[in-house]
């Protein structure tokens, strides 16, 4: 059985060595029952345009091993369209399963041949019959077995002229290429049939279809004069699809992140819809996030959830931006400053005794004092008992605001003042 699926096999790599002798421009796909296969030259550059691996095969008629790259014949709508769109021509063939009919005829002894020729006219007509419908083409592009022109089958005329059609209208070079090798095409600009007032920008990725984004008036029009283009449009509307993907081991649980008490962790994290109605979050997409008997939830940004989705960010990191403060970390403080110049022995935090809560305030000098700003229990657990957050950072977080609205009244006042002197 091993030696008559060798020989087959031998047999179908024969028929690919005459059919690319004739069309050596066309990547050869040999359907071959519920699989297509491609040999030798083929099979690397199919490889490369379909990122399917390519295997090794030794047949008795091939001096060395050959390349072999196959895939599953409900594939077929998935595959093809890559390698029309990558410019590349293809032919699709039907394997002969009959190797035989590749062999060379035995030479026959004088014996056969006296028989053959004693034989009666119904023996001879009957072989010949037989032999007539043995050797009848099998569906192919072009014949491999007789040397004399073979008749295409109408399913083989109709492919090759939809792949033939296909490349003569020439896919469209793409706009860009993203950090995962992905290319972006049909970037353009429309304008809203509902509000002729509003444009979007959209594009496609490797094909897909991409949401539409409403644009800024001010990159429509410098869009429209051509100061703005394509990869800059994606960059501003579709900033993760062009970040690099991080590993699939990012998104196994459970991850661990450093805590102020030791090792924090994360046993479970996905995100939901909120559905209940009560809620004042209610059909937001939020965060959730499981450690031990902790749970916690939070509501997605926009950019967090496009940066989750298209699996540019690690859950590890959404856990530490979304719930860094509410966890202790040091690192979710550190984003916090104060505006430069600012001296930050101003910052008082202290036990406000009309309520007894916890304050903080920023005295400036000459340039007045900040309000009370009431700080959070994980704030004031990170400022006192973790110490894992600074005075200035607390103030930074409640009072920044406040604090440059202050400086630029100041600066407007001056700037007023020297303008009537002059």
């Known amino acids: 059985m091993v030696k008559k699926n060798a020989e087959k096999d031998a047999g179908f790599v024969q028929q690919f060595n005459e059919l690319k002798k004739k069309h050596p421009d066309a990547v050869l796909l040999f359907r071959k029952g519920d699989f297509y296969e491609m040999y030798k030259e083929d099979a690397l550059k199919a490889s490369v345009i379909l990122a399917l691996k390519v295997s090794d095969k030794i047949l008795p008629l091939e001096n060395d091993p050959i390349k072999l790259l196959t895939f599953p014949r409900h594939e077929l709508d998935k595959h093809l369209p890559k390698l029309i769109r990558s410019g590349q021509r293809v032919a699709i063939c039907e394997a002969i399963d009959q190797p035989k009919l590749m062999k060379k005829p035995r030479e026959k002894t004088g014996k056969e041949l006296k028989e053959t020729n004693t034989s009666n006219k119904n023996t001879m007509a009957k072989k010949k019959k037989e032999q007539a419908v043995q050797e009848e083409p099998t569906k192919t592009v072009k014949s491999a077995v007789e040397e004399k022109p073979a008749k295409e089958m109408k399913s083989e005329q109709a492919t090759e002229q939809k792949a033939e059609a296909k490349q003569e209208r020439k896919p469209r070079e793409p706009q860009m290429i993203t950090a995962n090798g992905e ?71 459970p991850k661990q992140l450093s805590g102020p008490d030791g090792a924090i962790t994360i046993d479970k994290f996905n995100v939901y819809k909120e559905k209940d109605e009560q809620r004042p979050d209610y059909s937001k997409y939020k965060f959730y ?97 973790a110490k894992t957050a600074t005075r200035e950072q607390i103030a930074a977080k409640y009072l920044n605001t406040e604090i440059t609205g202050m400086l630029s009244a100041v600066t407007n006042k001056l700037e007023k003042s020297a303008s009537m002197k002059m």
């Open 289 to 385: 996030v499981q450690m031990g008997d902790t749970k916690m939830s939070a509501v997605a940004s926009r950019e967090d959830l496009d940066a989750y989705f298209d699996r540019v960010v690690s859950p590890t990191q959404l856990v530490e931006k979304n719930f860094g403060e509410r966890l202790h970390l040091q690192s979710a403080y550190e984003k916090y400053q104060l505006p430069e110049g600012v001296d930050p022995k101003g910052v008082r935090v202290a036990k406000d005794h009309s309520d007894n809560k916890w304050k903080v305030s920023m005295d400036l000098g000459d340039k007045g004092k900040t309000s009370k700003h009431e700080i959070s229990f994980d704030d004031g657990y990170s400022l006192f008992k």
């Open 183 to 253: 290319k972006v095409s049909h970037g353009h600009a429309f304008q809203s049939t509902i509000n002729p007032a509003d444009w979007y920008f959209t594009a496609k990725i490797d094909g897909v279809q991409l949401k539409p984004q409403k644009m800024d008036a001010a990159d429509l029009a410098a869009y429209q004069k051509k100061e703005m283009t394509v990869p800059q449009l994606m960059e501003r509307y579709y900033p993760t699809k062009l970040m690099p993907k991080v590993s699939e081991e990012a998104y196994q649980m």
